[in-house]
Every structure is written in structure tokens, then in C-alpha cells.
């Protein structure tokens, strides 16, 4: 379920080590608006590995990941410093990308019980321990969740660097302009009807009662389409991104 993707972007983008480190990243080959095919094909094979890969598949995306981190490091005159091999850095973006997993069960399929919010929070803790995250640091029921996430979102906070890198996100310059044009509209929606209002107030995106409307229209209309859709169309994009990655694997090509 992909509909909360990019809101779970700008979440992860709006820690300042997180924002800099992507905006001034220096490693082209990773760039969203240098290769956005590229950047969403590692991105959905990071996804999948990390919650359903095999031990070794997992192995094999965290020495790609790392490679690509390696490079990802402020200098020493840099105004925001970052490191993306920092522990707790990762872990901000592994809390994220739970929130973005519950946001996309829960429009599917409604409210999550506890039972199934904590077998999520459990295995979304694969999103961290991937990389270098300990598993002991992983938040271990919801409540210690909820107390890491209150403690982190007094961390939030958005410069003009990352700032102007986030809105030309929101309108998708790195796509070809006949093509934003046309997503631009219900990728704003999404984007910004995904995200918390506490999220919305430091971007200084604005949203209106009837952009509510709109997108809880676009969701039930998300919902009924998962439940009438055929299993390969309902498990898109998710069987193309296991058959892509196996395959590389068993190529010795690079997953990222």
C-alpha cells in the first residue's frame, strides 16, 4: 500500500540530519531528482527486503545500503551535521516508516486492534535492525512507541535548505513536466493528507476542510479497489519488486 509513501518521505525528511543528508547528498547515482526510476526501484526493494527478505537477502541490501551511506556524511564547515550510518537517525526513519505501514493498513482495512498493531511494530523493527541499528533500541510494544515518538517529534524541524528540497518534491520537478502536471494534484493530496498536523504546520502547507473531504474520498475509493481487485493486480507492486530483486541477487547485480 504505497498511498502514504510520499507524506512517510517528508516525515523522515523533517529531522534536520535526515532533510541535509539527502538534500546535500553528493551520491548522484541515489539522487531522487537526478534518477527517480532508480530511487523508487531501491526504495520498494529496501521495503520488501527488509520486511520479507531472507537473512541473506538481507545481508545482501544492507552491503549495498552501506555503500551508498558511506559517502552520505556532512563535511566539517557543514551548518547541519549528519551521518547516515548514525543509529538514531535511522531509527527516526524506521519509527516513520511504521507510521506510513499503519496509515496504509488502516486505509485498506480500517482501525488496527492491538494485536495487529503490535505484530506490525514488531515486524516493521526489520526497517532498523537492516541497517545499524540495534535491535534492543527498537521500540518494544506500543506504548514505548508512543513515549519514543512524543520525545522525537520535539525534534522536528525544517531549514530553508530542506524546506525548498520538500517543495519541489510536493510538485515533482523531477519528473517530466507533462507527467507532474498531470500527478501533481493527487500527489499533493496524499502527500499532505497523509502527514500529522503538527507536520503540516512547520512545512507551512496549508489544508482545508474540503481537501479532507477529497481525501477521504480518495481513500474509500483505495479501499474498495483492494477489495475487488484480482490477487496479482492487488499484490502489484510488490510481486514485480520480489521477482526484480531475486533476480539481481541471483545476477550479482547491485540492489542498490
Not at 502527514?195 to 502547507?205: H, I
Request: aromatic content about 10%; hydrophobic content about 40%; some cysteine.
Amino acid at each position: 500500500m504505497l498511498m502514504p509513501a510520499a507524506a512517510n518521505v517528508v516525515m523522515q525528511l523533517s529531522r534536520p540530519g535526515v532533510g541535509r543528508g539527502v538534500a546535500e547528498s553528493r551520491v548522484a547515482s541515489g539522487s531522487l531528482m537526478r534518477r527517480p526510476l532508480k530511487r523508487l526501484r531501491t526504495t520498494l526493494a529496501y521495503i520488501w527486503v527488509a520486511l520479507y527478505g531472507s537473512e541473506d537477502e538481507r545481508r545482501e541490501m544492507r552491503r549495498g545500503v552501506d555503500a551508498q551511506h558511506r559517502h552520505v556524511r556532512s563535511r566539517p564547515d557543514d551548518e547541519v551535521a549528519y551521518d547516515a550510518y548514525d543509529a538514531e537517525l535511522q531509527l527516526w526513519v524506521a519509527t516513520c516508516m511504521f507510521v506510513g505501514s499503519l496509515q496504509g493498513y488502516e486505509t485498506l482495512y480500517g482501525r488496527a486492534n492491538e494485536e495487529v498493531d503490535d505484530t506490525l511494530l514488531a515486524q516493521c523493527s526489520r526497517f532498523a535492525t537492516t541497517l545499524q541499528v540495534p535491535a534492543g533500541q527498537w521500540p518494544r510494544d506500543r506504548a514505548a512507541f508512543d513515549h519514543y515518538w512524543s520525545d522525537a517529534m520535539e525534534q522536528v524541524a525544517v531549514d530553508e535548505v530542506t524546506r525548498a528540497y520538500l517543495g519541489d518534491f510536493l510538485d515533482l520537478v523531477f519528473l517530466p513536466r507533462p507527467l507532474a502536471w498531470t500527478l501533481r494534484p493527487l500527489h499533493r493530496l496524499l502527500t499532505i493528507g497523509y502527514l500529522a498536523p503538527s507536520f503540516r504546520e512547520v512545512l507551512g502547507w496549508s489544508w482545508s476542510p474540503r481537501d479532507e473531504r477529497r481525501f477521504g474520498r480518495v481513500c474509500a475509493a483505495a479501499k474498495w479497489v483492494n477489495r475487488v481487485a484480482p490477487g496479482p493486480i492487488g499484490a502489484f507492486p510488490w510481486n514485480l519488486v520480489r521477482f526484480d530483486t531475486r533476480r539481481r541477487i541471483a545476477r550479482r547485480r547491485p540492489l542498490v
